[in-house]
């Protein structure tokens, strides 16, 4: 079967650097995406990595490993604009997105 | 990026009713569209895949009859909720499909509508 797994809530303090994991195991790979989600509202999106290595985006950064499964979403300098869900979801061999369940990111002052 | 909307924002009505929620790609044309259900501390999940022209292609498990969707056109996608009861009752989004920038593929999700059946 197909599966993403990330935490399911961290906590972080505000102005320190947090990394969400996301790991997968899914029929094929055709990228991976990092969405945000505030409470009530729709996914907006932050990354897409398709190669090894790290894509760097202003405070946010995402690094993908194909052979391991894994990729992170790094946020620097966190502001407490950042508490939201964060989504992993990786688009399979039939370009079919496969989603993660979110992790909940808590940002104290 | 991309402008996918909704309509409406926020539906309350009594059980038994039918509900129209409508998905529009303003600035590009979708020739696949999804819908999402996503229930409170829950991710998305998937209910139907839309293509234009064609019939949508619907998760397992989603009632095809209950939730009609329709692509009619290559800007505008429809969900139906027939007879809506409480448990129906959750956050829909729609999605649409478009080359982005660096021409990957990617979904550009509307605003979401919050349906609360009575």
């Known amino acids: 079967g197909q599966n993403i797994d990330q935490p399911t809530e961290m906590t972080a303090t505000e102005g320190a650097i947090v990394q969400i994991n996301c790991t997968y195991q899914t029929s094929g790979f055709n990228g991976l995406f990092w969405y945000q989600q505030h409470a009530g509202e729709a996914p907006t999106f932050l990354s897409y990595?398709?190669l090894d290595g790290l894509e760097e985006k202003g405070r946010f950064s995402s690094f993908l490993s194909r052979s391991k499964g894994y990729s992170y979403l790094l946020l620097k300098e966190l502001q407490m604009k950042d508490s939201a869900s964060y989504l992993c979801a990786v688009l399979d061999s039939n370009y079919q997105l496969i989603w993660g369940a979110g992790t909940k990111l808590i940002i104290k002052p | 990026g991309a402008v996918v909307s909704q309509h409406p924002s926020w539906v309350i009505c009594k059980s038994g009713t039918s509900v129209k929620i409508e998905c529009r790609s303003l600035?590009?044309?979708?020739?696949?569209m999804f819908w999402y259900r996503q229930f409170p501390k829950q991710s998305l999940m998937l209910m139907a895949t839309s293509n234009e022209g064609s019939k949508a292609t619907y998760e397992q498990g989603v009632e095809k009859d209950k939730f009609l969707i329709n692509h009619a056109s290559l800007t505008l996608s429809t969900l139906t909720v027939t007879s809506a009861h409480p448990e129906d009752s959750s956050f829909y989004i729609c999605?649409?499909?478009?080359?982005?920038?660096?021409?990957?593929?990617?979904?550009?999700f509307g605003p979401g509508t919050r349906l609360t059946v009575l």
């Open positions: 999605s649409a499909c478009a080359v982005a920038e660096g021409d990957h593929n990617e979904q550009f």
């Open positions: 600035d590009f044309q979708a020739t696949t």
């Open positions: 990595n398709v």
